[in-house]
C-alpha cells in the first residue's frame, strides 16, 4: 500500500516500537538550578536595594547625633494619667498632605535632654505626624513641619490641662478648645497662643463669657453671665465692662448705659423691679450731676446728684402733682424756693 497521507511523520517519535507518544524534551536540570540561583541573587539584590534605599532615607532625613531608643519612659504623674485613661487616640487628618505619606518614621529618640520624640522625620526635622514627651508629664501629638507644632494637635499638660486644636510654629494658633482640669474651658479662636478672635469661655463656678477677645483679654461685644442669674450684655475692654451695655442683676434691678472699668459712668437708666427708675449721669458707680429720679407712686425729682445723693437745685413733685422748686445738700432738703 501506498503512503498514508495522514500518518505522522516517523521521526517524531521516539521509538516506533513504544506507544506512540509525542516527544518533549527533558528538563535541563542544571538550567533550572542555575535559574533558581538567579532567582535567589535578584531577591537578595532587591533586598540590598531596599536596605541601601532605607538606610539612604534615614541618613537623608534623620539626625545622626540621635540614638534610638528601645522605649520612652514613663513619666505619667498623678493628672495627667487619669486624662490619658479617658482621652480617645489622636485623630490624624484623612486628608493631610500627600508628602507626609512617604516621610520615615523613626524613634523613639531623645532629642533634648529629657524630651523624647516618636515620628515622622524630613531632612532632619520633625516634620509629619509625631508625639513627642517631656519629662514632666507633657504629652504633644499631632503635626509637625520644620521642627515645629504646626497644624492639628494636641497637648496635655503636666497639670492635666489639655489644648486640642490649630498649631503655628509652636503656638496655638486658630481654632482650638482648651479644657482646665477643674471643668473650666475655651473654646473659640486662638492668635499665638492667646485668646484672639471669637470665642466662648465657661469657669468652673458656673461663670460663663461669650464674645471677642483681643490678645488673650475679653475685648468688643461679649455676653458674661454669673452663677447667681445676673448677666451682663455690651462692649468690654482688656478684659473690663467699658462702653455701652446692659446689666440685669439677680433681683432684676437693670442698668442700661455707660460703662467706665466695671463701674455705671456716663449717661444710663438704671430701674428697679418695684417700679422706681433713675435716668441721668453716673460717676464710679454713683449718681452725679443732673439726673431724673421718678417713683412707681407718681413723685418725681428733676435736679442735680452728689455721690449718689440728691445735692443742689432741683424740683420735685408729690403725689399731690404740686411742682415745687428747692435746694438739696447730702439727700436732704435745704429748702424751698418757692
Not at 534623620?62 to 534610638?68: E, T, V
Not at 484623612?94 to 516621610?103: I, V
Not at 444710663?268 to 452725679?288: A, H, I, L, T
Request: charged letters at 25%.
Amino acid at each position: 500500500m501506498g503512503n498514508c497521507a495522514t500518518c505522522d511523520d516517523p521521526s517524531i517519535y521516539e521509538h516506533a516500537g513504544e506507544q506512540m507518544r509525542p516527544f518533549k524534551n527533558k528538563p535541563n536540570l542544571e538550567d533550572q538550578e542555575n535559574v533558581q540561583q538567579l532567582t535567589q541573587k535578584s531577591k537578595l539584590s532587591q533586598s540590598n536595594i531596599k536596605s541601601q534605599n532605607a538606610s539612604f532615607i534615614v541618613q537623608q532625613h534623620i539626625r545622626q547625633d540621635l540614638k534610638k531608643l528601645d522605649s520612652i519612659p514613663d513619666f505619667t504623674n498623678a493628672f495627667t494619667k487619669p486624662l490619658i485613661d479617658q482621652l480617645q487616640p489622636f485623630n490624624y487628618d484623612q486628608n493631610e498632605p500627600f508628602e507626609f505619606k512617604s516621610l520615615p518614621f523613626y524613634g523613639p529618640v531623645e532629642i533634648e535632654p529629657s524630651i523624647f520624640y516618636y515620628g515622622q522625620w524630613k531632612n532632619g526635622f520633625r516634620h509629619g505626624r509625631g508625639k513627642q514627651f517631656w519629662a514632666d508629664g507633657s504629652i504633644y501629638e499631632g503635626y509637625w513641619l520644620q521642627d515645629k507644632a504646626n497644624g492639628e494637635g494636641r497637648l496635655i499638660h503636666s497639670d492635666g490641662d489639655l489644648y486640642e486644636g490649630k498649631w503655628l510654629n509652636d503656638k496655638a494658633h486658630g481654632f482650638g478648645v482648651y479644657s482646665h482640669k477643674d471643668g473650666a474651658f475655651y473654646k473659640g479662636e486662638w492668635y499665638e497662643d492667646q485668646q484672639h478672635g471669637n470665642g466662648l469661655e465657661k469657669w468652673a463656678d458656673g461663670s460663663m463669657f461669650e464674645g471677642t477677645y483681643t490678645n488673650g483679654m475679653k475685648h468688643g461685644q461679649g455676653k458674661f453671665s454669673w452663677p447667681d442669674g445676673s448677666s451682663y450684655v455690651g462692649e468690654f475692654i482688656n478684659n473690663n465692662i467699658h462702653g455701652k451695655g446692659h446689666y440685669i442683676w439677680a433681683d432684676n434691678r437693670e442698668y442700661e448705659g455707660d460703662w467706665k472699668d466695671n463701674q455705671m459712668d456716663g449717661h444710663g437708666v438704671f430701674s428697679w423691679s418695684d417700679g422706681r427708675r433713675y435716668v441721668g449721669g453716673y460717676v464710679n458707680d454713683k449718681k452725679e450731676g443732673y439726673g431724673e429720679f421718678y417713683w412707681p407712686d407718681g413723685r418725681v425729682y428733676k435736679g442735680y446728684w452728689k455721690d449718689g445723693k440728691q445735692h443742689g437745685k432741683g424740683q420735685y413733685k408729690g403725689t399731690n402733682k404740686v411742682l415745687k422748686e428747692g435746694e438739696w445738700v447730702d439727700g436732704k432738703l435745704l429748702k424751698w424756693n418757692n
